[in-house]
């Protein structure tokens, strides 16, 4: 999760009830798989003293920063939401060195094309031969 990732802040209020999905997010970013992936990325703690609500905020590789409310949001949906971030940057990176345009535009008539199928399905009719 952390190769995709430039910075991670967590901020919460330790005596807020709300903290669990930073505290577990916390965890996973300080996993040792996680930090081997991306050594160079910050994690940053800071610990309010405000009702300000549970955050996380994430600066991608590429600059682009994206708030998530930890209020009601599990670390977990978080964590996907980063992956499939990452892995959407990961295909554009692969287009642009490939020296492909970026985004991909799709024309609406081959998105209305029949696809064929890949699998045959054979029927036979029950016939007696007597």
């Known amino acids: 999760m952390l190769k995709f990732l430039s910075r991670v ?3 919460f209020n330790a005596l807020d009830p ?7 997010f916390l ?25 300000h609500p549970p955050q996380i905020t994430v600066t991608f590789v590429n600059g682009v920063e994206e708030v998530y409310d930890a209020t009601y949001t599990p670390a977990q949906t978080i964590r996907t939401m980063i992956l499939d ?4 940057l990961e295909t554009e990176q692969m287009f642009r060195e490939a020296g492909e345009a970026w985004p991909v535009f799709i024309p609406e008539e ?8 890949t699998k045959f399905v054979l029927q036979f009719d029950e016939e007696v031969i007597a």
């Open 9 to 11: 802040r967590i901020e």
């Open 18 to 24: 709300r903290t669990a999905s930073c505290m577990e």
């Open 27 to 51: 965890a996973q970013c300080n996993a040792p798989k996680a930090k081997e992936s991306n050594p160079a990325c910050q994690i940053q703690v800071k610990r309010r003293t405000d009702d």
């Open 85 to 88: 971030k990452g892995q959407f």
């Open 110 to 117: 081959e998105l209305r094309q029949h696809a064929p199928g």
